[in-house]
């Protein structure tokens, strides 16, 4: 047990400045003296043994009862725990979990709805806040206004109310809660960019999604193979509308934004790879008001009536014009003898 000058060790009672010399712990056992000196034959303890004109310590003068008394309380008391961010805050994850299972859901509770109600200069995210809650428990905010609900019953109204409120907020616009939340782990994890999710050769095609595909894509020799291909695609990127795109006249220009595509189409022999029809790279730019979700693009062919029988591979190649990301999908092809 340690303290400082005056307090005392571990719980016991203090020892004075008047005490006699030598009157603490050590006096416990007198044998077990430092190995910076060395203790005489008389039990006197000198700081240099070596030197016979040293004058001896006085002998250590037995304890008193009071200090034997503070001494066994002393080791006998439990060492205090060691606490961090105020009362009742004790450090480790091992604390956390000895208060329960819930303690750490609602420390972060508490930490979110003090973020939220910063000044919006500082103020966190309202899909931020209410993610990493949700990481924690998925689905603890559906029915926080429920009495037993957790942070129901564990938060004070003050952080209640600023978990409701951005609840509120989130779900009136859900599209832009999502999209923040991508903006800020844009830096961390970059998406995976433009990729082409579906590659078809379809007979008609109405729209994103609805289309036709051939049954096969086994052609007969001899005969030209007309066809649409259909690409579906993802994780493209938008640009502001500028002077010179498709836009719609009535909208102001700022209101818009551009989807800029090149797609190019090759096919191949299968095996070896030699290019027996290309069609070169075109562009597309589809201009609307505001961000565009969903995308595909068409292009009707027609091969020629003078591929030999074999296997193909049709290779369609996309572009985003504006990240430059790219893309590519292979179709088979098989042509057969008639």
């Known amino acids: ?55 001896a310590s006085a002998p250590i003068p037995a ?29 480790g994850g091992a604390a956390l979990a000895a208060r329960g299972p819930d303690a750490a859901l609602l420390d972060l509770a508490r930490r979110m709805s003090a973020l939220l109600r910063e000044p919006p200069e500082t103020k966190i995210d309202d899909a931020a806040a209410l993610a990493a809650i949700e990481a924690l428990r998925a689905g603890v905010l559906r029915d926080l206004e429920s009495p037993s609900n957790v942070l129901h019953a564990g938060l004070d109204e003050r952080d209640r109310l600023a978990l409701l409120e951005a609840r509120a907020r989130v779900a009136a616009t859900p599209g832009e809660a999502n999209a923040s939340l991508t903006r800020r782990l844009a830096g961390i994890a970059p998406g995976p960019g433009m990729r082409i999710v579906r590659g078809l050769l379809c007979t008609r095609v109405q729209g994103f999604g609805r289309y036709e595909a051939f049954a096969s894509t086994t052609f007969a020799a001899g005969s030209p193979i007309r066809a649409i291909v259909y690409t579906e695609l993802d994780g493209f990127g938008s640009r502001p509308a500028r002077e010179g795109d498709p836009a719609m006249k009535d909208v102001a220009l700022a209101e818009q934004t551009s989807v800029e595509l090149t797609q190019e189409l090759g096919l191949y022999t299968e095996p070896g790879g030699l290019r027996a029809w290309h069609k070169p790279g075109q562009r597309v730019i589809e201009t609307t008001r505001g961000r565009r979700r969903d995308f595909y693009l068409i292009h009707t062919i027609e091969l020629p009536r003078t591929l030999s029988v074999g296997r193909y591979v049709l290779k369609a190649t996309v572009t985003d014009v504006t990240t430059g990301a790219s893309d590519e999908v292979n179709i088979p092809i098989t042509v057969v003898a008639r």
């Open 63 to 91: 304890a008193d009862d009071r200090v034997l008394t503070a001494a066994e309380k002393a080791w006998e008391t439990k060492a205090p725990t060691i606490r961090a961010g105020g009362a009742g805050r004790e450090v």
């Open 1 to 55: 047990a340690s303290g400082g000058a005056g307090e005392t060790g571990g719980g016991g009672e203090a020892v004075g400045a008047d005490e006699p010399r030598g009157a603490g712990l050590s006096a416990l056992a007198p044998e077990a003296v430092g190995a910076g000196g060395a203790e005489g034959s008389d039990g006197a303890w000198s700081a240099n043994p070596g030197d016979d004109t040293a004058e």
